[in-house]
């Protein structure tokens, strides 16, 4: 039984059988355990079997060890995205993704949830700060503490009785668990339900192997028959023959007396025997593992039945990923999302990216389509538009989508999130990426500072009208622009969408704008009430974000910024003039926005100031 030793350290070692996990309990009234279960106060609950056997089995036993990297091979290979109808959280998660570098940690946390059921991700960092990392903790030294409706409470993690219990609050750890039975705290694993089949196995395998060392050779044995009738012989006799026989070289030849006969041991072909219950127990663990074997390398089966078992495979791929991205999404995308202050908007963990054969496929398609000429202008320009991102084309976003899209974005915009991909020869601007993975930037603190900057005497001051004059113009009077600015307070904590603010500023009654001559007579008409609630929410939330923008980089010591211009056909040349211009952090205020409707921002930049042309 010594084959086990290379799989486990304690006594349990020479134990073949597997006590299964805690029973389920009748759920009553949400009650899901009572007294009963094995509950250590202090930890939290019992693990239903000990890690260390799937973790032994994972690192010794080939078969265990290419299923499991097979399921995570096809699970993680093909990549993953993040998809949001907030383009603000696409970007922080995002660049959070980059910075922990989440696509090598979700390998290994998928792989050990597999393996042993469970595994425990801590998310570092306070509550309601932006988490600082992620790290994978021991499986076997995690406990889960719940209360007897099943809510879990805190985890602890045991190193060994002398070092104190570590505790963690539920929002510090990820726990993925796969195979999870009824409502228990822990996930069973794909392994568990083959260990006592491996250890069949395992056992087998070192018969066979005992039997091949010891009987390499046939081994042969002698027949000793008396001389005379009913009279055997001596044990002398016996014991020199056996010493004859010790002694023999293989250049001597036998001479044997017509009493002895010599005999042959013959094993026949011992693996051949062992093949048989090889094949059983390994059929059973590909049961439980359910991998196909054609995948393993192993199995000669139709192509049809191969298809089929490569179907219910890609289903199974798909089932795990579902319990995979559910953790991530809750557990750790949330997190950060409420840590930046976007605390309702929600982000969507995508699986798969599609391989070069897929992509040409689909650009054939798109490209057959795109020859019909019955073909109507909306599809048409849906499947151009498909096609330049597939062929990975820079164009420009059509004007009346475009338009479209940014009415409807939640804001404020992150600091950037227009900025086109160029670099400068002489500074290195400090992008959206860098920004926001540097620990200076937080949405949450940014939007914060927008609120400051709404809360100030400059905030709506182009509005407000400061004698009888203006106010007959169409400029507007001091408690309708308090009701403005709460409104936008509002809005941006909020997240409203341009088409909301201006909807929430119409109803205000802002009246026409008209021009002021110098002798006091009102000129010709700037804006109607019709249009100018949209103008005066466009252009104020872009002053708005900019400005609270400017005091967050004033506060984190940024003394330069980069001008940026929206690349589209939309941007007008006096904003593209300026886009790529340096400016100091006190030049910069009161810049943005350069006229109505204005969509140009400030990014901060950092760059030796001996090497920096400012642009005018």
Not at 164 to 170: A, G, H, L, W
């Amino acid at each position: 039984m010594g084959f086990w030793n290379k799989f486990l350290k304690k006594e349990e070692k020479y134990s073949y059988i597997i006590s299964a996990g805690a029973p389920l309990k009748e759920q009553f009234k949400g009650i899901i355990y009572e007294d009963t279960f094995k509950i250590n106060k202090d930890i939290g609950e019992e693990h239903p079997f000990d890690f260390r056997l799937a973790q032994g089995l994972y690192k010794g036993f080939p078969l265990i060890f290419g299923a499991i990297d097979k399921i995570v091979d096809f699970a993680v290979g093909p990549g993953f995205y993040i998809k949001s109808k907030d383009p603000r959280a696409e970007k922080i998660i995002n660049d959070f993704i980059l910075e922990v570098e989440f696509d090598s940690i979700l390998r290994g946390w998928m792989k050990e949830a597999l393996n042993c059921g469970n595994s425990f991700m801590e998310i570092g960092g306070g509550k309601n700060k932006v988490p600082e990392g992620l790290k994978i903790l021991p499986v076997n030294e995690m406990f889960v503490k719940r209360d007897k409706f099943g809510e879990v409470l805190e985890y602890s993690q045991v190193k060994n009785k002398i070092t104190k219990n570590v505790p963690f609050n539920s929002f510090e750890i990820a726990h993925l668990k796969y195979n999870v039975v009824g409502s228990e705290a822990y996930g069973m694993g794909i392994v568990y339900p083959c260990l006592d089949v491996t250890n069949k196995l395992l056992k087998a395998q070192h018969d066979m192997q005992m039997l091949l060392e010891r009987k390499a050779n046939n081994p042969f044995f002698l027949l000793v028959e008396s001389d005379v009738k009913g009279i055997m012989p001596s044990q002398r006799d016996l014991d020199d023959l056996r010493d004859r026989i010790t002694s023999l070289k293989n250049n001597q030849e036998w001479v044997l007396g017509p009493n002895i006969n010599p005999m042959m041991l013959d094993f026949g072909n011992i693996s051949d025997k062992f093949q048989t219950p090889f094949k059983h127990y390994e059929d059973l663990i590909f049961f439980a593992l359910q991998v196909p074997e054609v995948l393993m390398g192993r199995g000669s089966i139709p192509e049809g039945l191969a298809t089929v078992q490569m179907e219910a495979f890609q289903r199974r791929i798909q089932s795990i990923q579902a319990e995979t991205e559910k953790v991530i999404e809750q557990k750790i995308f949330k997190r950060v999302l409420d840590a930046n202050g976007l605390v309702n908007v929600h982000v969507e963990f995508e699986w798969g990216q599609p391989s070069n054969e897929d992509t040409r496929k689909e650009i054939e398609k798109i490209t057959l389509l795109l020859q019909n000429p019955m073909l109507g202008q909306s599809l048409r320009i849906a499947l151009e538009s498909r096609l330049s991102l597939l062929m990975k084309l820079e164009i420009m976003e059509n004007p009346e989508i475009e338009k479209k899209r940014e009415l409807e974005e939640p804001q404020p915009r992150v600091p950037g999130q227009n900025k086109p991909e160029h670099l400068h020869e002489l500074y290195r601007d400090y992008s959206l990426e860098e920004w926001i993975n540097n620990e200076s930037f937080n949405f949450k603190d940014y939007l914060k500072y927008i609120q400051t900057y709404l809360s100030s005497e400059e905030a709506l001051k182009d509005l407000t009208a400061t004698n009888e004059l203006e106010l007959k113009a169409g400029k507007l009077p001091s408690e309708q622009i308090n009701s403005i600015k709460d409104i936008l307070k509002n809005a941006f904590k909020r997240g409203y969408s341009i088409n909301k603010i201006s909807e929430a500023i119409d109803n205000t009654g802002v009246p026409d704008l008209f021009e002021l001559k110098e002798d006091g007579s009102l000129g010709k008409l700037l804006l109607s009430s019709e249009t100018r609630p949209d103008v005066i929410a466009r252009t104020e939330t872009i002053r708005a974000s900019n400005e609270g923008a400017l005091l967050q980089f004033t506060e984190e010591d940024v003394e330069l910024v980069e001008w940026i211009a929206t690349p589209s056909e939309r941007t007008c040349p006096l904003c593209l003039s300026r886009d790529g211009n340096i400016l100091k952090i006190s030049e910069a205020s009161g810049e943005i926005p350069l006229h109505p409707n204005c969509r140009c921002s400030f990014i901060p930049v950092i760059a030796e100031k001996s090497k920096i042309k400012r642009r005018e």
